[in-house]
C-alpha cells in the first residue's frame, strides 16, 4: 500500500471519526494496511504522525490480529528507522495504554539490554521531551501491570536494563531532566515503582539511588547555600577519611555514567509544564501528552507560576518516598554505611548542617512533604539505633574527632534541627510527626554518655505540647516523655525537667539521706483513705508537674450542663497513653508514686473499672508494675512510715483487684495480669 494512499484515508477517517464498532472496524483496516508499507519508506513518519489524534482502538477481540501485526511493525520501525522512530514511541505509548496485552511485549521487545532506546535517549542532544516522555510513559504502563510473582528471568534482565536507563537519565548531560521538571518527576515515581517489586537490586545502585533521592529533596526550595540542584554520587561512610570528605563542592558523576561536570545553570523551572499527581500517575498513568500541552500552551503567567511550586513539591515529595523505599529495602548494616549522608552535622559550629534531611524538613513550605520527610526520618532513626548506640560527645575542643564524637555530634545536630520544627510548626499533622521523630531519636539516644543540655531543652519544649488543646498533640507530646521513663537509671538531668525537687534526687548510690515528704506520717488503719472518696485538688507535698498532669488525664471532670452535673473521661487513647506514663514511671517509684499513693489508687480503681476493656489491662499493667517496684522500694526502705504507707494502698486496692477478678467476663488477659500483681 502506497503512503499517500494511507495518509488520505487516515485524513477522512479523521473528519467523521465516531466512536462505536464501525469506526474501529474501519481504523483497524487502516492500520493493517500501514503494516504493509516499507518500513524505511520517507513518508513512514508522517503516516504514523497522523495517528496521534485519532482514538485508537481499545480492548479488542483476541482473535482479531490487525492490531498485533500493526504494533509489531512499530517496535521494527523504531529499531531499524531512526527519522520515525519518535513517531512509533509516541503512537505505541498510546496503543499500551488499553491494550494490556502488549506491554509484555513490549518489555520484551523494547526494554531488553539489547535495546539501542537507552544509547539514542542518552547520546542524542537533540531528542524531542516529548519523545523521552513517551518511553517514561510506556514504563509506567509496563509497572502498572507487572506482578512480581510472576516474573520470568528474562524479564528480571529488562528490569534491571530498565533501572540502569533511569538512573542514567538523572545523571546525564545530553537529557538535563533538570530543565524539564516533568521528565525529573516521571523518572522518580517510576523509580518508587521500581523499588516495590525489585528490591533486591536497589542494593546494588544504593550509591546512586541514595544521590537522586537526597539530591531532589531540596527541588524547587529557596535555599541560599544551594545554588543547583543536582544528584551526586553518595560514597559509603568507610570511603572517607574524616568529616571534612563529605563536603563535595561540585556534583559529581559516577564513572559508570561518563559526562563532564555540567556548567551551572539557573534551575527556574519552564513555564510551560504540567504533571498529573502522584497518586494520579500511579493509577492512571501519565495522562495524555498532547492534551496536557495544550492545556498549558493557554495558560496564563499566575498560573503557571502556582503550577511551578505544585510541580516543585511533588518532585520533592517522590524523593522522599524513594528515600523512605531505598532505606526499607536495603540491610541494616548497608544503611550504617550512609548515616553521615542521611543525618550530617556541621563540625565547623556543631549546630546544623545545611543539608540533608531534617534541615529540608525546616525550610520545606509543604506540609505534605514535611510531614513525609519526618516519618522517614522516624523510620530510618530506629533502624540506625545499634550504632548510635557508640554515639559520645564531650564539649572540649580537640583536633582528633573520634568515630563516638561524630556519632554524637549528628545526634545533637538533629535535635536541634527537631527541636526548632517543633517550635516553629503550625500545621498539627506535622507537629505530629516531629513528636513522634523526637521520640525516635530519645529512644536511640545514649543520655549518660552524652555531655549536653539537650535533655532539659527537649522536656521543656515537649511540657507545653503536654497541656495543648489536640488530645493527638498531647499523646504524641508523652511518648517523647515514656520514652526517657523507661530507662532503669535516671539521669539527674531528667529528673529535675520532669519537676522532681533537687533535694529529693539522690546524690550517691545510697537512698539514706532522700527525704520522706509523703503524707504517710504517723498513718494507722482509722486514717488510711477511702477510695470512694476523692482527694483534694491541693496537695500538700512537693510533687512533679508530670505526675500531676498523668492523674488529671486520668480522672473524671465534673462538667455543668444546665442544672446536671456530669462526669466527663478524657478520650480512651489518652487515659492509654496516660496509664503507659504511670507503668514507665513504676520504673522510678521513689521519685513520682511513692508520695501520689493516694491518687494513684482512685485512678487505678476507675481504670480497672473501666468500660474499655484495652484501658482495664493497661490499668492492670500498671498496677502489676507498681507492685513490683513496691516490693524492690521495700527492700531498702523498710521502715514503718512506709510499710504503713504500702499497707493503706493494698488495703484499698484488694477488694477491687478480686472484684474485677471475679467478673465472669472480664478477659482472661485482665485476670492474669491482676493475678499477677497480688502474687
Known sequence: MEPN???????????????????YDRIL??????????????????????????????????????????????????WKNECAEFCAIRVISKIIKYNTKYRSWLFKNLFCPQSPICERILEDKIKNDLYVLSVLECLNAIFNDLKIDLITEEQKQSCGFVLTLLIRIHYSLNINSLQNPNITLYCLILLNKYASFCKEDIELNISELMGISLGFIEYGLNIKSVSIICPELIKPSYYLNNASDEQIVEPIIHPKFGGKLSKKRHRGLKPKESVNTILEAAKNGFGELDSEMAMINNMEKGQCDVLQNEISSRIRLASIILFGQITRSIKRHVLYTYWQSIFPYDGVDNVCARKGIIFVCQVEVNSKCRSAALNVCTEVLLNLKPLYSQAEF???????????????????TTYKALIDIIHSEKCLNVLTQALKCLAALAEITPFAKLECEIVANIINTVKNLVHHNDYTIQISALSVLEVLLMDSEMPSEIAEALGISKECIPTSSSNENVPNIGFTKNVNKENCFDPGKKGTDKYNFEASWLILKIISNLEMSLVQDNTICKKIKTPCTLRIKSLHILTAMANHFEFFLKDNLEKLTFVLRDSIHDGQLEVRLCGSKCMEACAYQMNLFLQNNCNNDNICSFKCFWICMFPIITHQMSIEKESTAVKITLCDAIS
Open 5 to 23: 494512499t494511507i495518509l488520505k484515508l487516515l485524513s477522512d477517517f479523521k473528519m467523521f471519526q465516531i466512536q462505536h464498532e464501525t469506526s
Open 394 to 412: 564531650k564539649d572540649r575542643s580537640s583536633a582528633f574527632l573520634p568515630f563516638s564524637h561524630m556519632l554524637g555530634l549528628s545526634i545533637i
Open 29 to 78: 483496516s487502516i492500520l493493517e494496511m500501514m503494516s504493509t508499507i516499507d518500513i524505511e519508506d520517507k513518508l513512514i513518519a508522517e503516516c504514523i504522525g497522523e495517528l496521534f489524534h485519532i482514538a485508537l482502538p481499545e480492548n479488542i477481540d483476541e482473535n482479531d490480529h490487525r492490531l498485533d501485526r500493526f504494533f509489531n511493525w512499530l517496535c521494527e520501525i523504531y
